[in-house]
């Protein structure tokens, strides 16, 4: 299994390329440097981009924030370069497939598999109150969005690795009982942008449900930007080097820059080298403005048109239906259910 692959290895272009977000919360500069950028590197008819709707379910939403976070979170992903015509871009919750199959999986999933999830542990610790099932079970229903396209590649961060693991664990039981039903998915993880971390506790992952000064929105102004990335935690030295054990809030500033930049660590270093973090600082935070300026823009224009999003959506979950439906007849009929 090719766990991580090779900064810039684009994969076949005749792969079904699969991925979702869960609109939870303000889409993040770790969300985009992470898995939504790297999305359009799969510009392709088979390819999937899902807003994760039923999976935000398991932390406690408010109703009329889950919607419109929902329709933003569908319009960033063709602000951001994926074209909807070419790429199916639906609600999970409009294509009733995925909680169908999650069902079946559920019964092909081991207790002992899903203790073992990092993001369950870190959600229950989080969320004490609420250690729902949902919670528990969350993976299976992530193996079931991803299993139902015959998905080969899930570009995802690094903190999904995991659930991308017992995603192909289940499918290749399943598939031992019954034969090739399923695909066998491998998950897309670059190496450096892996895991962008939290503005104002470097060493944590940056998260879209923690407080806001921790990471700088898709949606924020570009004086929102600055001065978030201003007010971002460094170290007392005053080195800009790549050190991520010891130095991680100059590291992550460095890890960022050179994302955007599509240039090197090294290059990035070499740039600044002999600058205070002023300079590492302003440099982030203009070309993050730059990155965002023609997304945040073509966001409001796709939102000000009310009926081309609900068209688009309920176009797409037709398309993703039709696709789902064929791998879960084949599923139903596996396992043997009466179907006249
Ligand atoms: P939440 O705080 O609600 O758990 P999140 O910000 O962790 O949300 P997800 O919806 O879980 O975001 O993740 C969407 C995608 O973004 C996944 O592929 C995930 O791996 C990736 N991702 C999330 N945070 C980061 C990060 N800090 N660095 C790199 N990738 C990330
Ligand atoms: N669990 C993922 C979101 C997600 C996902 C998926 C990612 C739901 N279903 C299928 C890839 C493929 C997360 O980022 N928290």
């Not at 991680?248 to 050179?258: A, C, D, Y």
């Not at 398309?319 to 084949?330: D, G, P």
């Amino acid at each position: 299994m090719t766990e991580i692959l090779t900064e810039n290895k684009a994969p076949d272009k005749k792969q079904v390329i699969y991925s979702a977000i869960q609109p939870s919360g303000n889409i993040t500069l770790g969300n985009y440097i992470g898995a939504l950028r790297n999305f359009s590197l799969f510009e392709d008819k088979e390819s999937l981009f899902c807003v994760a709707d039923l999976h935000s379910l398991t932390v406690r939403q408010d109703p009329a924030q889950l919607r419109k976070r929902s329709q933003s979170l569908a319009a960033l992903y063709i602000a951001c370069g994926l074209d909807p015509e070419k790429n199916v871009i639906y609600c999970q919750s409009h294509v009733p497939q995925h909680a169908e199959l999650a069902w079946i999986l559920n019964c092909y999933t081991y207790m002992g598999e899903l203790n073992r999830m990092t993001q369950f542990k870190d959600k229950s610790q989080k969320h004490a109150d609420n250690i729902n099932a949902g919670l528990f079970t969350y993976p299976v229903l992530m193996a079931a969005d991803i299993l139902l396209y015959q998905t080969n590649i899930v570009p995802v961060g690094l903190d999904q690795k995991q659930h991308v693991e017992i995603c192909r664990d289940i499918a290749q039981r399943f598939n031992g009982v019954y034969g090739d039903v399923f695909q066998i998915p491998e998950p897309y993880i670059r190496k450096t942008t892996a895991k962008i971390m939290s503005l104002s506790e470097p060493t944590k992952k940056m998260s879209k449900s923690d407080p806001d000064e921790s990471f700088v929105s898709l949606f924020d102004e570009p004086d929102v930007i600055r001065r978030k990335i201003k007010r971002a935690v460094t170290d007392s030295e005053a080195e800009i080097r790549f050190d991520p054990e010891n130095k991680p809030g100059v590291s992550n500033l460095l890890t960022i820059l050179s994302a955007l930049k599509n240039t090197t660590i090294e290059e990035v270093e070499k740039e600044l080298s002999g600058l205070g973090y002023g300079a590492l600082k302003e440099a982030a935070a203009e070309t993050i403005v730059t990155e965002f300026a023609p997304i945040q823009s073509r966001y409001k224009e796709i939102l000000a048109d009310k009926t081309y999003l609900p068209n688009i959506l309920k176009e797409n979950a037709a398309r993703a239906q039709y696709m789902a439906l064929k791998t879960l007849r084949k599923v139903y009929k596996k396992v043997g259910l009466y179907q006249p």
